[in-house]
Nanobody, 130 residues
Framework: QVQLVESGGGSVQAGGSLRLSCEAS????????MGWFRQAPGKEREGVAS????????YHADSVMGRFAISQDNAKNTVYLQMDSLKPEDTAMYYC???????????????????????WGQGTQVTVSS
């Protein structure tokens, strides 16, 4: 079993930055794909970014491309989401998720398409004011 703990959320003004962290513990040897989702009130959950096997492959949704960057510190079993140029529409609860996959391509669309198969953190709130 894998436990995920997010941190780093908060309230910022538009144009500001935040860095989210997600620390994994437990049976982390089973994990080689980690990512971030977000969900705003009244909206569907959205896949934001994912990272495969120590940053060999990363993926960012079009809505955050060029503003957000996912990275990983393998020594700390931690994944980060650097969020710059934040917009009010980025306001949401951000969740970290993790799983083991056989191929790098599975750490993209398939990862976001099967949330029920993932390990989840408790979420961290990000609020961006205009």
């Amino acid at each position: 079993q894998v436990q995920l703990v997010e941190s780093g959320g908060g309230s910022v003004q538009a144009g500001g930055s935040l860095r989210l962290s997600c620390e994994a513990s437990g049976y982390t040897r089973s994990i080689n794909c980690m990512g971030w989702f977000r969900q705003a009130p009244g909206k569907e959950r959205e896949g934001v970014a994912s990272i495969y096997a120590g940053a060999l492959r990363t993926y960012h949704a079009d809505s955050v491309m060029g503003r957000f960057a996912i990275s990983q510190d393998n020594a700390k079993n931690t994944v980060y989401l650097q969020m710059d140029s934040l917009k009010p529409e980025d306001t949401a609860m951000y969740y970290c998720a993790a799983t083991g996959v056989d191929f790098a391509s599975s750490c993209r669309a398939p990862f976001f398409a099967r949330p029920s198969s993932l390990n989840w953190g408790q979420g961290t709130q990000v609020t961006v004011s205009s």
